[in-house]
């Protein structure tokens, strides 16, 4: 594998003690497999952080800069997706799974590889900002009464001999992110595992990640979302109309069932017509986007980032307003390996063992030598549910590192989504996207 020869000094540094944690900073007792596994010890300075040691208020909520360029990111991340698939594929990612898993992994990250992932991925934003807010993001989340999250992070190091983790980079995923830190053969018991962790994290939404473990992997960083959430207003039988037709982004028309509402907040974007449908409790909820007539979904979203439109202003600043709603049930799953995606968007340096670096990742050996590593796949994967009950959701992010050799109307306003639409679940306090989709066609 190749490594990089680099002076043993100043490799001991401060760690900022944070609190708030609602997870166990390493994993549980037991083994993920018959004890194949060990936990990798956490060093001087981590900080074991307990649910309601004050650690959330003392992180602060993000800023509405913030907001706007994270927004922005998010947007950009989905248009360069959607640019690689057909105008007939659903497409769904979940922006703040990406910036968990991404996030660690800029931890580990020097120079112009740092400087592209902070203006890719964070619009701009400092690695220091974008973990103050994650952690903000995760406890934020996770402290909801009304619905239900799941936020979670783990780091699986293939247990090798001099392969050890870099203390400041440890230190911070572990205080910033609770990420679990786990030493893996990396043989199938470890897919097996990773997949067994991201199905138990998933609520059983999402089985499985990975299928194999490439010879020249050295870590994966992996971030799990789960979301449960009830309508705050329920249908009732009268609401729900059983064979509406959905006109498909290819011509074609599918069969659906409608759920038809009236909602009170009501927004315009780039030319779409949007409106906010609540979870119960109102901190979190569904956005529906109907682009003007004769636009695809891939259209109106290169229009919205073109434009450097603020989505996340437009959800918190939506006007009161009566809207009649037809929203058809359905179900979604998307799988994408991104890293093309990220690299065309604007870190192409992450990827290339040649370009990439990431030396703050790993510590060096008793020999001064340190292992080189460059993100070798991103694989992200969604599953959604929508349906006169409420909305379950899921998305999983893994990052593997590899190593070479190692208006005021009269009447109401109508949104009737029977034809290709844009939808996103968002925090209605932050604005920001937690899952951000497009739904050209249904199955």
């Given at each position: 594998?190749?490594?990089k020869?680099?002076?043993?000094f ?17 994993s549980?007792?037991e083994n ?6 060990n936990?990798m010890?956490?060093?001087e300075?981590a ?5 309601g ?9 993000p800023t509405?800069a ?7 990111a ?25 910036m968990?898993a991404l996030?660690m992994?800029?931890?580990g990250a ?25 952690s ?14 799941n ?8 247990d090798e ?12 995923v572990v205080?910033?992110y609770c ?11 470890t ?5 067994n962790?991201?199905?138990n ?5 999402i ?5 194999q473990i490439?010879?020249?992997a ?5 971030n ?9 207003e ?5 609401d729900?109309y059983?064979?509406?037709i ?6 074609s ?6 759920l038809?509402s009236?909602?009170n907040?009501?927004?315009?974007l ?9 979870y ?13 007539e ?5 259209e ?6 073109e ?8 959800i ?8 009649i709603v037809?929203m058809p ?12 995606v ?9 990827f290339?063992p040649?370009?990439?670096?990431f030396?703050?990742m790993?510590a060096?050996?008793?020999n ?7 993100i070798?796949r991103?694989?992200?994967k ?6 006169r009950e409420?909305t379950k959701?899921a ?9 070479e050799?190692?208006m ?10 029977d034809?290709?639409?844009?939808y996103a679940?968002v925090?209605?306090t932050?604005?920001?996207?937690i899952?951000l989709?497009?739904?050209?066609t249904?199955?």
């Amino acid at each position: 594998m190749k490594k990089k020869f680099l002076q043993l000094f100043g490799i001991f540094s401060t760690v900022v003690f944070l609190t708030g944690c609602a997870k166990p900073v390493i994993s549980p007792s037991e083994n993920p497999s018959n004890n194949q596994y060990n936990e990798m010890p956490i060093g001087e300075g981590a900080v074991n952080m307990t649910e309601g040691s004050g650690g959330l208020e003392s992180l602060g909520e993000p800023t509405e800069a913030e907001e706007k360029a994270l927004s922005n990111a998010s947007v950009k991340v989905f248009l360069e997706t959607i640019k690689k698939e057909s105008d007939e594929k659903n497409v769904l990612l979940s922006p703040t799974s990406l910036m968990f898993a991404l996030g660690m992994t800029e931890n580990g990250a020097n120079g112009q590889t740092l400087e592209e992932m902070e203006n890719t991925m964070n619009g701009g934003i400092s690695i220091e900002e974008l973990n103050r807010i994650l952690s903000y993001t995760a406890n934020h989340l996770e402290s909801s009464e009304d619905v239900e999250w799941n936020v979670a992070d783990s780091i699986w190091v293939r247990d090798e001999e001099g392969l050890k983790l870099n203390q400041d980079f440890l230190n911070k995923v572990v205080s910033y992110y609770c990420a679990e830190i786990w030493k893996a053969p990396f043989d199938q018991s470890t897919v097996d595992d990773i997949n067994n962790w991201v199905n138990n994290n998933t609520k059983g939404m999402i089985p499985e990640i990975l299928d194999q473990i490439p010879a020249d992997a050295v870590m994966y960083l992996v971030n799990a979302i789960a979301f449960e959430g009830e309508w705050e207003e329920q249908y009732s039988e009268d609401d729900i109309y059983e064979n509406e037709i959905f006109h498909n982004a290819d011509g074609s028309t599918t069969t659906v069932t409608m759920l038809r509402s009236e909602e009170n907040r009501y927004f315009e974007l780039a030319g779409g017509e949007g409106f906010i449908k609540t979870y119960k409790g109102g901190e979190y909820a569904f956005v529906g986007i109907l682009p003007e007539e004769g636009m695809t979904t891939k259209e109106y979203i290169n229009k919205l980032a073109e434009n450097g439109e603020d989505f996340s202003k437009a959800i918190r600043e939506a006007e009161f307003e009566e809207v009649i709603v037809n929203m058809p049930e359905f179900t979604n799953d998307y799988e994408k390996e991104m890293s093309s995606v990220f690299a065309e968007a604007g870190m192409p340096s992450a990827f290339h063992p040649e370009t990439a670096d990431f030396t703050n990742m790993f510590a060096p050996d008793e020999n001064g030598y340190v292992y080189e590593p460059y993100i070798g796949r991103i694989l992200h994967k969604t599953h959604i549910e929508v349906d006169r009950e409420g909305t379950k959701a899921a998305a999983v992010t893994v990052v593997e590192m590899k190593c070479e050799a190692v208006m005021e109307m009269e009447e109401p306003l109508r949104i009737t989504l029977d034809r290709p639409f844009v939808y996103a679940i968002v925090d209605t306090t932050t604005g920001l996207p937690i899952f951000l989709g497009c739904q050209n066609t249904m199955e």
